[in-house]
């Protein structure tokens, strides 16, 4: 016997429309930093997308498990007299991006290398600590 559903044909037309963004033709928003992870028995490799930031402008902070990463982008807008500026796409400003790893970093041996706009850390995972047993006398 087959199921009888009652579909209302308006239903996907107002779905999708509450759905879809509408570009009012506004500023754009700031970028996302896009992070690619990896876990190796060793550490965690990261690759971060920075295109455009200058190596000077990106901050990385380890807390523990904490991974923080900054970078800014400052505005050099140079307009010689004459000119006007007719449309500006770029973004200048800060984008910032934290998250927790599953394991202490070894902040210690932590690297990172800046190179075509991509960031790339690596972080050796900490030692955990090694039970003992205590002999009972």
Do not use: C, W
């Not at 500023?27 to 896009?34: L, Y």
């Not at 041996?109 to 790339?120: C, M, P």
Request: charged share 30%.
């Amino acid at each position: 016997m087959a199921n009888i559903v009652k579909t209302d044909p308006f239903d996907d037309f107002f779905r999708g429309f509450f759905v879809r963004p509408v570009d009012m033709g506004g500023h754009a928003d700031a970028p996302t930093m896009r992070v690619d992870v990896k876990e190796g028995a060793e550490g965690y490799t990261l690759h971060v997308e920075l295109p455009g930031m200058k190596k000077e402008d990106i901050h990385v902070h380890i807390d523990g498990a904490v991974v923080a990463i900054s970078a800014e982008r400052k505005q050099e807008r140079e307009v010689k007299e004459g000119e006007r500026i007719l449309r500006s796409e770029r973004y200048f400003g800060k984008v910032s991006r934290s998250f927790q790893l599953g394991q202490e970093i070894d902040d210690g041996k932590a690297s990172a290398r800046f190179t075509d706009g991509v960031l790339e850390l690596t972080l050796p995972k900490k030692a955990a600590p090694q039970a003992t047993r205590v002999a009972i006398q």
